[in-house]
T-cell receptor, first 115, second 116 residues
Framework: GAGVSQSPSNKVTEKGKDVELRCDPI?????LYWYRQSLGQGLEFLIY????????KSGLPSDRFSAERTGGSVSTLTIQRTQQEDSAVYLC?????????????FGPGTRLTVL | AQTVTQSQPEMSVQEAETVTLSCTYD???????LFWYKQPPSRQMILVIR??????QNATENRFSVNFQKAAKSFSLKISDSQLGDAAMYFC?????????????FGKGTKLTVNP
C-alpha cells in the first residue's frame, strides 16, 4: 500500500482480555515505531524496531505489553490482561531507515477501549 | 531527558489570517531535529515541516514556516493565509541525531480552530 496501515481501526475489549494490534509499514521501510496517545499522557513512545530486532523497548509500560516484527515487515503489539488504563490510540510509524534524518510516517492508529 | 512544551492548548484564527503556534524544548545536545506534525480528526499524523538544528536558516514549506531560535530553545510554527483544512491538532516533536533511541518526543499539542 501507499502508506502505513493499522488494524483494527477500533477495538473494544473487556478488562482482562488479551488484544493484538497490527501494523503494516510502508514497503521497504526498515524502521518501525509504536506510540501510544492518551488524553492524560499525550503521545508516548513505546518501542522501536530496526528490521526484526528491537533496540529500544524503553517505553513499554509493563510486562503485559510486548511486540514483535517478522520478516522485517509487519509488526504486532500485544497487550495481555488489558486494564482500563490501556485505553488509548495506538499509533504505528515507519521510516526508510533508522537514521534521524528520515521522516517517520504514521498510520491512522488503532483506538483501543477497555471496558 | 529531552522535554517538549507547547504552552497553548488551543488557538483560533480567522480564515486567511496568520497564526503562530509556540513550542519550547529542553535538551543538552547540540545537534538534533525538530518537527511539526498535524493530526486532523482522522487521527493520521502528517508531517508539516522539519528543522535540522545545525541549520541556521528557518525551514519553510509553502504557507508553513518556522522560527527556530536555538539559543532560546524555541521552535514556533507560523501558518500564513490559514485555510479551513488547517484545523487540526498540531504537535511539536524532538528527535536526537545519534546515540541510542530514534524515538520522537512530543509536546502535548495545540488544537487549532480556523473560523470562516
Amino acid at each position: 500500500g501507499a502508506g502505513v496501515s493499522q488494524s483494527p481501526s477500533n477495538k473494544v475489549t473487556e478488562k482482562g482480555k488479551d488484544v493484538e494490534l497490527r501494523c503494516d509499514p510502508i514497503s521497504g521501510h526498515t524502521a518501525l515505531y509504536w506510540y501510544r496517545q492518551s488524553l492524560g499522557q499525550g503521545l508516548e513512545f513505546l518501542i522501536y524496531f530496526q528490521g526484526n530486532s528491537a533496540p529500544d523497548k524503553s517505553g513499554l509500560p509493563s510486562d503485559r505489553f510486548s511486540a514483535e516484527r517478522t520478516g522485517g515487515s509487519v509488526s504486532t503489539l500485544t497487550i495481555q490482561r488489558t486494564q482500563q488504563e490501556d485505553s488509548a490510540v495506538y499509533l504505528c510509524a515507519s521510516s526508510f531507515s533508522s537514521g534521524s534524518a528520515d521522516t517517520q510516517y504514521f498510520g491512522p492508529g488503532t483506538r483501543l477501549t477497555v471496558l | 531527558a529531552q522535554t517538549v512544551t507547547q504552552s497553548q492548548p488551543e488557538m483560533s484564527v480567522q480564515e486567511a489570517e496568520t497564526v503562530t503556534l509556540s513550542c519550547t524544548y529542553d535538551t543538552s545536545e547540540s545537534d538534533y531535529y525538530l518537527f511539526w506534525y498535524k493530526q486532523p480528526p482522522s487521527r493520521q499524523m502528517i508531517l508539516v515541516i522539519r528543522q535540522e538544528a545545525y541549520k541556521q536558516q528557518n525551514a519553510t514549506e509553502n504557507r508553513f514556516s518556522v522560527n527556530f531560535q536555538k539559543a532560546a530553545k524555541s521552535f514556533s510554527l507560523k501558518i500564513s493565509d490559514s485555510q479551513l483544512g488547517d484545523a487540526a491538532m498540531y504537535f511539536c516533536a524532538y528527535r536526537r541525531t545519534q546515540g541510542g533511541s530514534e524515538k520522537l518526543v512530543f509536546g502535548k499539542g495545540t488544537k487549532l480552530t480556523v473560523n470562516p
